[in-house]
């Protein structure tokens, strides 16, 4: 038996007889389907990740087992690549609550509950407003306004990330618009990228189809990208990062010496900014930490790239970073992340000394 469950989900029924001798194990079926198929003379290769349950010899009912094979394909999406897992009770309380995330999630960008909060990035020097980081927030319906560190790591996990990184990047794009049709000199935006948008292979055409969407200035966006990537799939980015710069788009190494960064990774990349994280930054009056954050300013330098410290929330720490040769920051002493309508308000004044 075979039936269509959702838009890329399917349902097999398959008899197993004697495990051993069965032509339907799962790493047979595995293989059958990593084949590549031929369409209209050409040959077409398709992506396959599966959760399975048997029935064996117990009494369960058929929604029994599409719950168990849906928890246990939830828990392939926490892997890279083409995976399968069989469902084993463990997967019970932990995966529920992830799947109804994963569902709320869905329902909420389809019902537009997300909302994009705006934080100033200012120079130092005298506070002048030179840019600002897009974060995202859920304004839940029962549990009123959410932080990304509830929602995004699920949103990673289920694969939900690319189509909510997709709307997080029209949003921008939008209100870039709607700030420069206001007459308001707009700032360069930073938007948080995740590896998946890159997987599809076409993000820097996606990119520049909004771009022209909206008339917007590939000049007024940068993306962030976090350390962790670099590792595990430098090859699939080089091609897309080197288009998205010849676009004109800056490119941000984000949360800066708390990953697998080498010194490789900012020769092959050329980023134009790095960030330094707001751990370090926080902990400047321990000495270990201020030295890394002297450290990457020498190595930002030698590279010609400009440093944001994050997480600035002292006078203190803000005038050490100044004496250290820190061009840019952001953090609470300036601003906390703010609706775009305050953040229209933080671009007419230009400039902020530090928050109220």
């Known amino acids: 038996l075979a039936g269509r469950t959702g838009g890329d989900e399917f349902v097999l029924y398959l008899p197993t007889g004697d495990a051993e001798g069965s032509p339907h194990t799962p790493d047979s079926f595995f293989r059958l389907m990593a084949e590549p198929f031929l369409i209209a003379e050409v040959e077409v290769v398709i992506s396959v990740r599966f959760g399975y349950t048997i029935l064996g010899e117990s009494r369960r009912s058929v929604e029994s087992l599409l719950r ?66 897009a974060l995202i927030r859920w304004n839940h319906p029962q549990h009123g306004m959410q932080s990304p560190a509830l929602f995004i790591p699920v949103a990673e996990k289920s694969q939900l990330i690319a189509p909510l990184g997709f709307w997080i990047l029209e949003e921008v794009c939008n209100q870039l618009r709607q700030w420069s049709d206001a007459g308001l000199e707009a700032v360069p935006v930073a938007i948080n990228v995740s590896i998946v948008q890159f997987r599809g292979g076409d993000f820097p055409d996606r990119v520049a189809a909004l771009l022209r969407k909206y008339s917007i200035s590939p000049a007024l966006l940068a993306f962030e990208v976090t ?8 090859i699939l980015l080089q091609s897309q990062i080197q288009r998205l710069r010849e676009m004109g788009i800056r490119l941000s190494l984000d949360d800066f010496g708390t990953g697998y960064s080498s010194l490789q990774y900012l020769q092959d990349y050329a980023f134009d900014e790095i960030k330094i994280d707001q751990g370090f930054v926080r ?25 944001v410290a994050e997480g600035i929330e002292t006078e203190e720490v803000r005038d050490r970073l100044i004496a250290l040769g820190c061009t840019y920051g952001q953090g609470y002493f300036y601003s906390r992340p703010v609706p775009a309508a305050k953040f229209e308000e933080i671009l007419k004044d230009k400039r902020i000394k530090h928050s109220a």
């Open 283 to 307: 902990n400047m009056s321990e000495h270990a930490s201020e030295k890394i954050v002297e450290t990457i300013l020498g190595l930002s330098s030698a590279f010609h790239a400009d440093v």
């Open 68 to 133: 168990e094979a849906e928890l246990a394909l939830f828990r392939t999406r926490e892997e890279v690549g083409q995976s399968w897992k069989a469902y084993t009770s463990d997967m019970d309380a932990a995966t529920r609550e992830r799947i109804a995330l994963t569902r709320e999630i869905r329902n909420a960008l389809r019902n537009h509950q997300f909302e994009m909060y705006y934080q100033p990035k200012v120079a130092l020097s005298d506070g002048a407003v030179v840019g600002c980081e």
């Open 227 to 234: 350390e962790s990537v670099f590792e595990k799939e430098s």
